[in-house]
């Protein structure tokens, strides 16, 4: 089975400064991978996803999302944090490409942005 | 609406009450979906409908839990005796369905908590 870990629970960075999530996926086919954000709220808004093609993949907000099969990771970046990107970020896996929207989801990291 | 609606945003129930638990997804989208968000964890899949029927049901944590969608707009998710640990937020999604759409988006949620 699918799974999905993001080892970060809680992280702090300044405003402006450069923000990396990590996520690590296990699945045994080529994965569907997402990052979705939750603020206080509000509902899971989708940021990017990763079907096929070029690995660097480019989102809303200015985030973009590396895929990394060597190291079945697929980080989600930032060059210079915004106060209002403090949210929780979530990293999931589609389950079987016919049905890429069933997800599996990481446990989240909550990021906090110090001004 | 424009989004996916989900009520009550809150419920307060009893151990062994049964409640109900509304969707209604974004207009033209053919796939439903329940997720189950329970505090500190992303969340967890349910239920997947395209169209009326109920496509995988394999989340489904056991028979107390049924959900429906009879005219393949508007969902209901069925508890029946609930216990304490049914506390969490339900989740509602919707996407336009078919294979590899991966974009679901989210309702905000209906907050259950069991007494």
């Known amino acids: 089975a699918q799974s999905v870990t993001q080892p970060d629970i809680h992280i702090t960075v300044s405003e402006g400064a450069s923000l990396e999530l990590r996520c690590n996926y296990s699945y045994g086919a080529t994965p569907y991978l997402f990052w979705y954000v939750q603020s206080p709220g509000q509902g899971l808004q989708l940021l990017l996803k990763?079907?096929?093609?070029?690995?660097l993949v480019q989102g809303i907000k200015g985030f973009e999302a590396e895929f990394k099969r060597s190291q079945s990771s697929f980080n989600l970046r930032k060059p210079s944090v915004h106060w209002s990107d403090a949210a929780e970020y979530f990293c999931?896996?589609?389950?079987?490409?016919?049905?890429?929207?069933?997800?599996?989801f990481g446990t989240g990291t909550r990021l906090q942005v110090t001004l | 609406g424009a989004g996916v609606s989900q009520t009550p945003s809150n419920k307060v129930t009893e151990k062994g009450k049964y409640v109900e638990l509304r969707c209604d997804p974004i207009?033209?989208?053919?796939?439903l979906y329940w997720y189950r968000q329970s505090l500190g964890q992303g969340p967890e899949f349910l239920i997947y409908?395209?169209?009326?029927?109920?496509?995988?049901d394999s989340g489904l944590p056991n028979d107390r839990f049924f959900a429906v969608r009879p005219e393949g707009s508007v969902s209901t998710l069925k508890i029946q005796r609930t216990e304490r640990g049914d506390s969490a937020v339900y989740l509602c999604a919707s996407s336009l369905g078919g294979t590899q759409s991966g974009e679901l988006f989210f309702g905000e949620g209906s907050r259950l908590t069991v007494l």
């Open positions: 999931a896996v589609g389950e079987i490409p016919g049905t890429a929207s069933k997800l599996t």
């Open positions: 207009s033209g989208h053919t796939a």
């Open positions: 990763y079907f096929s093609g070029d690995t």
């Open positions: 409908f395209q169209g009326t029927g109920a496509a995988d």
